[in-house]
């Protein structure tokens, strides 16, 4: 039998164990709190010697609290410029070895693109003078600086300031090499965060060199070149090595604003531009007034490349489908294009004019325009107003909310699930959950038939077919199957144009009403060939074939729908005269941006007017701008041709009463026109010598009539 003592001793080992460890863990304890204490007390004591009354605690409490912020907002710039690193990871130097030369539909040369159309000449091998010119002008503490010149930046605020006007660009020649890169035009604040640590980036990867290499080899020159070696000869018909000062001045003048500049365009402006260039290099020190006076005194002369503009938007996107379409190897071609050098002249003209005539008074600064045929031949592309002042594609790249001019899609859904212009819906108050649209003008619509509602542009009747009958779901196949490329939101809003699209999906979009509902004939190349005459590619035979998207019933519902739009709805002043004219406004919140596309049977276009920093305009409508810039563009382009009807409309829409008043009106105006001419007439003679002829008359009147003589044929048969 065991003792049972020696459970109760082995018991009493372990209490005595686990009373020693308790005793430990508090003497530990204390000793480390008796420590930290004392530690606490010292380091208080010591930090009472340093403590600061006064003027010098409000000095550190202000580096403290501006250390802190400048700390949070160095994270908060280094997370927006996140996005613009990522593109540095891929093969940012390579171009590609595509060499393209472009013709137009006429067989004409337009311009070239590709990395090997010019050799890059090193810098090393560049004369000094074609050097010092630039720096002189871009970048003078170039070498002093890395990536973005505090100096030089503090200098041109302080000149704008003092002009009131921008006089001076604060951007490094790196700053500008990274927009060039990585970046756009766009003149936003993200932008140009993106492009600070770019440039920092840029300088820790690449030398001195290299980044001015770069820089000289990639920047738009004017006249459709990029890189000094292209513009030199371009414009004098020799290579960079071979320059004068006189003309290195010239070319370093085009950086900053090579149309404006382009000597070929405006040698005055191009040779006065070249004086200040030949005065930076003095103000600089790197030469002396003696030096250049050879210069000032015998001004570059250049080629005689007449004034036709280079249309460098349509030939960088002409460019991106050749990338497309051309087979491997085969990449040195010549490129038959749809372009048409009269329609993109009208497109620009008619851009430029309406800015110049009403952009300060709707402050509106930007403008783009996509023209297409009706064979869906793309003819004419305005990516903005100045390709040397930002070579951004307004038309091609830009995002931008479209408003009422994604309507369409939204009634061709509808048109395809059953209803007619005729069906009438409430046009009253709306709620999609917490979404509550209201109408332009605020009040409710009450029933309309759907041909009011688009013409009328009510907003409340395409959201409840989309809530009630049609589903975001079947609108954004719709929309995709009409030719948008854009990425589309599947959001409740979208029917109200809330989804970002470009001018080019808006134009290609609306080509397939004129197109009989059929998608898929866009198209910029009609034919590749390669130097040697072979034919690679030919649009008509390699292209997959159009296909129909909207049924014949439902394009004849559309068509007839939107050819109301400018007779009784919003676009008014669109309308072309005897040509039947359809298509549909749209304007965004805070009237950011503003749309007419529309079409005829003989040609497609949308504009779009707004600002490059999505700053919102004087209260512009796509039915005000927009409409009167594609009206003054599709007079042009319909000039002198056969005029095709609308598909699907047999009896265009005419409302008898609006008719009749532009019937009436018409004839005041050509009253008006006939008065106001006879008024402005000048008299030809004096009011004596009119009444002398008076007189002169009425005494002829009253004169006795004379025997006529008798004939002298008649004598001699006598």
């Known amino acids: 039998m065991a003792s049972p003592s020696k459970p109760r001793k082995r018991r009493g ?80 130097r390579n171009q590609g070895d595509f060499a393209v030369t472009f013709l137009d539909r006429y067989g004409n040369e337009i311009g070239q693109r590709g990395i090997i159309q010019r ?70 604040l993200e932008r140009k965060i993106k492009e600070a640590f770019l440039s920092l980036w840029l300088e820790a990867n690449l030398s001195k060199k290299e980044i001015l290499q770069l820089y000289l080899d990639r920047a738009y020159m004017g006249g459709g070149t990029f890189g000094i070696e292209a513009a030199a000869d371009f414009y004098f018909g020799k290579s960079v090595k071979d320059l004068n000062l006189a003309e290195a001045a010239m070319l370093a003048g085009l950086f900053k604003a090579p149309t404006k500049y382009a000597p070929h365009i405006n040698l005055p402006a191009a040779r006065a531009r070249a004086n200040v260039v030949l005065s930076n290099l003095v103000d600089s020190g790197f030469m002396t007034e003696g030096q250049v006076l050879q210069a000032r005194l015998h001004p570059a002369d250049v080629v005689d490349r007449g004034e036709q503009k280079s249309p460098d938007y349509f030939l960088d996107w002409a460019f991106d489908e050749v990338k497309k379409i051309a087979k491997p190897g085969q990449h040195s071609l010549v490129a038959h294009t749809t372009f048409d050098a009269n329609i993109q002249k009208a497109a620009e003209e008619s851009v430029e004019f309406h800015l110049r005539q009403f952009g300060k008074e709707y402050n509106v600064t930007e403008g783009a325009v996509v023209v297409i045929e009706t064979n869906g031949a793309v003819r004419a592309i305005v990516g903005g107003r100045d390709y040397g002042a930002s070579q951004f594609n307004r038309a091609t790249k830009a995002l931008r909310q479209t408003g009422s001019s994604f309507k369409p899609y939204v009634y061709a859904t509808a048109m395809e699930h059953g209803f007619t212009p005729d069906s009438v819906i409430s046009g009253g108050a709306v709620s999609w959950g917490n979404w509550s649209p209201h109408n332009y003008s605020g009040g409710s619509a009450g029933n309309v038939t759907l041909l009011t509602a688009i013409a009328k542009s009510i907003n409340t009747v395409p959201v409840r077919l989309a809530k009630d009958y049609l589903g975001i779901g079947p609108i954004k196949a719709m929309a995709e199957s009409m030719g948008v490329e854009s990425t589309l939101e599947s959001h409740k809003t979208m029917v109200l144009g809330t989804s970002l699209m470009t001018v080019m999906d808006q134009a290609t979009g609306y ?13 910029g190349i009609t034919q590749l060939v390669t130097r040697t005459g072979d034919v690679v590619y030919d649009w008509t035979k390699d292209a997959p074939p159009p296909h129909r998207v909207l049924s014949e019933k439902a394009l004849h519902y559309m068509n007839t729908m939107l050819a109301a739009v400018p007779v009784i709805g919003t676009a008014r002043r669109a309308q072309l005269p005897n040509i039947v004219v359809a298509g549909k406004t749209g304007t965004t919140q805070s009237y950011r941006d503003a749309w007419f596309v529309g079409f005829t049977g003989n040609y497609t276009a949308a504009v779009w007017l707004g600002n490059d920093d999505f700053t919102p305009t004087n209260k512009m409508t796509g039915g005000s701008l927009p409409a009167m810039v594609w009206q003054r563009l599709m007079v042009y382009a319909h000039q002198n041709i056969d005029l095709k009807p609308i598909p699907g409309i047999d009896h265009p829409f005419v409302d008898p009463e609006v008719a009749a008043k532009a019937e009436e009106a018409a004839k005041k105006e050509a009253a008006d026109s006939a008065a106001q001419a006879e008024a402005e007439r000048p008299p030809v003679l004096s009011s004596r010598t009119t009444q002398t002829l008076r007189d002169m008359t009425k005494a002829f009147q009253a004169a006795p009539v004379l025997n006529a003589p008798t004939p002298p044929e008649t004598l001699s048969a006598l």
């Open 13 to 92: 080992r372990i209490a005595s164990a686990a009373l020693a460890v308790d005793a430990w863990l508090d003497s530990s304890l204390y000793e480390i709190s008796f420590k930290a204490r004392e530690f606490w007390e010292a380091a208080t004591i010591f930090s009472r010697r340093f403590r600061l009354h006064g003027w010098r605690r409000a000095i550190i409490e202000v580096l403290s609290e501006s250390f802190t912020m400048g700390a949070g907002g160095f994270v908060v710039l280094l997370a927006l410029a996140m996005p613009a690193f990522e593109i540095t990871g891929g093969d940012w």
């Open 119 to 188: 050799d890059s000449v090193p810098v090393d091998e560049m004369p000094d003078i074609v050097i010092k010119a630039v720096l002189a002008t871009e970048d003078r503490r170039f070498f002093d600086h890395y990536g973005i010149d505090v100096l030089g930046l503090s200098r041109a605020i302080f000149e704008n300031v003092r002009a009131n006007s921008v006089v001076q660009g604060g951007s490094s020649i790196t700053q500008q090499l990274a927009k060039n890169l990585f970046l756009s035009n766009e003149r936003t």
């Open 511 to 523: 080509s397939v009403f004129a197109q009989n509902g059929f998608v898929g004939s866009r198209h």
